[in-house]
């Protein structure tokens, strides 16, 4: 069969596709504009929403602009049981009480302690030369969340059982009390895996019942930190570097049988 020429097949191409019956073209840029030029709307829901998110931002900054309220925000810490009120100014001083009073609870002995206790009690480490406590007392503490117990660990100066060198709180109840301090004056720190707070010199103890309280066993530092069960306040005269290395050797009390 003869090949048609070169020509032949071109003009062929262009008369099929005179022919051919093309579809419409749809009217895109007119239907992209349109939609522009509508406006968009959000569901009556989501618009509530966030009415009420920003209503509510604009509350807490207009707070917050307040000195005062600025002050209660920003300037409370929680730890454990006890809550640091931070103040611009030292706070008064309690006077330092010559032997532990009576509000702390009945003495008891270190293995009588470590049975009734809800907690298991712990101690520094033998190696830092401590030695048992001289005193040990247990108490019932109540507060917004329910009782518990404190007990209160105290060695005193050598050959001195008027004068307390040393206290450890242990308190397992979830609300003890409201230290207040200086702002300036605390520093953060940390006992193993849990935050701690360091509060150079003594500060008043507003306890969950109500009131202040009487005694204050060291005039020294404390170190307040807790773990998932138990608060620990750290009364002494330690520094921070050695306060911090009791607390990290602190092991269980081994209950008698």
């Given at each position: ?11 062929g191409l262009r008369r099929e596709a ?101 907690f298991p009690l712990r101690l520094p ?59 300036a004056s605390v520093r953060q720190a ?68």
């Amino acid at each position: 069969m003869a090949e048609r020429p070169p020509d032949a097949w071109e003009a062929g191409l262009r008369r099929e596709a005179l022919a051919f019956a093309y579809p419409p073209t749809p009217d895109i840029a007119g239907a992209v504009s349109r939609r522009l030029e509508t406006p968009r709307t959000r569901p009556p829901s989501v618009r509530r929403f966030a009415l009420a998110a920003l209503a509510i931002l604009l509350l807490a900054a207009a707070a917050l602009a307040v000195p005062g309220v600025r002050a209660a925000v920003l300037e409370w810490l929680q730890i454990g049981a006890i809550r640091l009120r931070l103040e611009e100014a030292p706070p008064t001083l309690p006077a330092a009480t010559p032997r532990p009073p009576a509000g702390l609870g009945p003495t008891l002995t270190l293995a009588e302690a470590s049975v009734r206790a809800d907690f298991p009690l712990r101690l520094p480490a033998a190696d830092l030369g401590l030695g048992p406590p001289d005193e040990v007392f247990l108490s019932e503490a109540s507060g917004p969340e329910g009782r518990g117990q404190v007990v209160v660990l105290v060695w005193h100066v050598p050959d001195r059982p008027d004068v307390v060198r040393l206290s450890l709180y242990q308190i397992g109840v979830r609300f003890f009390g409201i230290k207040t301090a200086a702002s300036a004056s605390v520093r953060q720190a940390r006992v193993g895996a849990y935050e701690a707070f360091w509060v150079p010199g003594p500060h008043p103890l507003q306890l969950a019942e109500g009131g202040e309280n009487a005694w204050t066993l060291v005039p020294g530092n404390v170190l307040i930190w807790a773990d998932d069960v138990v608060t620990y306040r750290l009364e002494s005269d330690l520094t921070l570097e050695e306060a911090l290395r009791l607390a990290r050797s602190l092991e269980p009390v081994l209950a008698p049988r």
